[in-house]
């Protein structure tokens, strides 16, 4: 039997996906590499695990993913070129990245879904909770979702899946869960999940968002996991069954990991997943931003009343 209430320190981030959405950007870049405004996207996922207290970090790679692990890692020539030219700010922003968290790689080398991803974490991971970002959601992090999932996954066990109140027409594009209140307001039990349901059979218009934080049971119902939806073996479907498993009276208490809670996130959420929504996030951080955010806007203002 598990401890579901070790301290959690180890994040998991599927990053093995092709980004067939931004050919031919992707065709030798990385979409994870993609810039958002300055910084590649999957380093704003790493510091989002780490704000939140997971400084172990297990990034799920696949063929032609190198540039990430270049990425995180010193570039030594560079470093010395900058310290040359007495330029401490950008040396400083080059080694933000490599000085982030402890980072692990694997390959997926089979490309199975994002349940099969999961599960090659499984040896890192070990008998420890652990979370699970996907690099297309970006979580503002005025609006800390992961740190509020992991304080309920440490105050009632089993697994924690984030939840956004999407427009019934959209719950096609998500995992939908059923759910139940708590007395906690932002806090709901999950009882179903359905993979990308059709909106007439959508249990609720709860979507599942790219953060996850998963006991370790998880694993061996994974491994049992036929594939699903699109030929691939979907995370959505293991957790169906860790909650279908705890609504069951004749399941033994503690013995399959615990529940599945639901936070429901109302912050801000940039999907970078989407080539128009990536732009947006792009002009909302950017217009956010201190540094760039003043000039940008009243460009912005210009260009809208122009073109308008």
């Known amino acids: 039997m598990t401890d579901s209430h070790t301290r959690i320190t180890k994040a998991v981030i599927p990053a093995a996906g092709l980004g067939t959405r931004?050919?031919?950007?992707?065709?030798?870049?990385?979409?994870?590499?993609?810039?958002?405004?300055?910084?590649?996207?999957?380093?704003?996922?790493?510091?989002?695990?780490?704000?939140?207290?997971?400084?172990?970090?297990?990034?799920?790679?696949?063929?032609?993913?190198?540039?990430?692990?270049?990425?995180?890692?010193?570039?030594?020539?560079?470093?010395?070129?900058?310290?040359?030219k007495g330029d401490a700010s950008r040396l400083a922003k080059v080694q933000e990245s490599s000085d982030l968290a402890t980072m692990h790689y694997v390959r997926q080398g089979d490309p199975r879904g994002l349940g099969h991803a999961v599960l090659c974490?499984?040896?890192?991971?070990?008998?420890?909770?652990?979370?699970?970002?996907?690099?297309?959601?970006?979580?503002?992090p005025r609006d800390p979702l992961l740190a509020r999932m992991v304080e309920v996954q440490e105050q009632h066990g089993g697994s924690v899946v984030a939840l956004m109140e999407v427009e019934p027409s959209q719950i096609h594009l998500y995992g939908c869960a059923a759910v139940e209140t708590t007395a906690d307001g932002d806090v709901v039990q999950v009882?179903?999940?359905?993979?990308?349901?059709?909106?007439?059979?959508?249990?609720?218009?709860?979507?599942?968002?790219?953060?996850?934080?998963?006991?370790?049971?998880?694993?061996?119902?994974?491994?049992?996991?036929?594939?699903?939806?699109?030929?691939?073996?979907?995370?959505?479907?293991?957790?169906?069954?860790?909650?279908?498993?705890h609504?069951?009276?004749?399941?033994?208490?503690?013995?399959?990991?615990?529940?599945?809670?639901?936070?429901?996130?109302?912050?801000?959420?940039?999907d970078t997943g989407d080539r128009g929504d990536y732009l947006r996030a792009i002009v909302r951080l950017a217009c956010e931003r201190e540094d760039l955010g003043p000039d940008f806007r009243t460009w912005l203002r210009s260009y809208v009343t122009e073109e308008m």
């Open 22 to 84: 931004f050919l031919p950007a992707t065709k030798a870049t990385p979409k994870e590499m993609l810039p958002v405004v300055d910084k590649p996207a999957i380093q704003y996922v790493v510091e989002e695990a780490v704000s939140a207290g997971l400084d172990d970090v297990l990034m799920i790679t696949g063929r032609n993913k190198r540039p990430l692990e270049d990425h995180f890692d010193r570039n030594y020539e560079l470093e010395s070129a900058l310290q040359r």
């Open 247 to 270: 609504q069951s009276a004749t399941t033994v208490a503690g013995t399959i990991g615990g529940p599945v809670h639901g936070v429901v996130f109302k912050g801000r959420r940039y």
């Open 121 to 140: 974490a499984a040896p890192h991971v070990g008998h420890e909770p652990f979370a699970v970002l996907l690099g297309d959601d970006l979580i503002d």
């Open 191 to 245: 009882t179903d999940l359905v993979e990308k349901p059709d909106p007439a059979d959508a249990p609720s218009n709860y979507a599942v968002i790219g953060r996850y934080v998963l006991d370790p049971n998880i694993f061996d119902i994974l491994r049992k996991t036929e594939p699903g939806r699109g030929g691939e073996i979907q995370l959505t479907d293991a957790l169906q069954k860790l909650a279908a498993q």
